[in-house]
């Protein structure tokens, strides 16, 4: 990428990460790119739709996510480090505004920029989670996709009632308490 190139597009990652903090993530492309000095044409010569451009201002908390996931497949309880991993996952979708509601309608588009930016996260929790079947403290028949929908339910849920900090980890422990093959409560 030349340099300006280069600049232009940092820029807009800059610029987008603002906007999607403020507003959301249905902030408005034309004044990220205004405001990031630069026409829309530009920011669609590198993100050629929203999905594009959030997850590559989302790549470094994936990234973050993803390093998190390897460190927690050392954890002695397996259960303990998929419900650890499960609740960065949900504190990374209520981030911004929006966010889970489009991680939710993009796992079922597989073209989608989106998608593809979290089948790495898919894979990572797919390694937790077998651990904890394996370890027999989750059931068989639990599946990486449902948890991922489940997460982004409940940072939906928590978005849309602000002024509870409660609810993520009282949903949480729902659906947890549903995983337990004896229906016994997670530790």
Request: include cysteine.
């Amino acid at each position: 990428m030349r340099a300006d190139a280069r600049r232009n597009y940092e820029r807009l990652l800059s610029e987008a990460r603002a906007a999607f903090t403020a507003h959301g993530t249905d902030a408005s492309l034309e004044d990220i790119a205004k405001r990031a000095g630069v026409g829309i044409g530009t920011l669609y010569r590198h993100f050629p739709n929203r999905y594009a451009l959030m997850c590559a201002v989302f790549q470094g908390e994936v990234d973050g996510l993803l390093a998190r996931s390897r460190e927690l497949l050392e954890d002695e309880q397996p259960c303990g480090a998929l419900v650890v991993w499960l609740r960065a996952i949900i504190a990374h979708a209520s981030t911004y505004r929006g966010l889970a509601r489009a991680l939710m309608s993009a796992s079922h588009d597989a073209n989608s920029a989106l998608s593809r930016c979290s089948v790495p996260m898919r894979e990572a929790g797919s390694a937790l989670l077998v651990r904890a079947q394996q370890a027999g403290v989750v059931r068989p028949e639990v599946e990486i996709g449902d948890l991922m929908q489940l997460t982004n339910a409940i940072a939906l849920a928590v978005e849309e009632s602000p002024d509870d900090p409660a609810l993520a980890d009282r949903l949480l422990t729902l659906t947890l308490t549903g995983l337990k093959p004896t229906g016994e409560t997670p530790r």
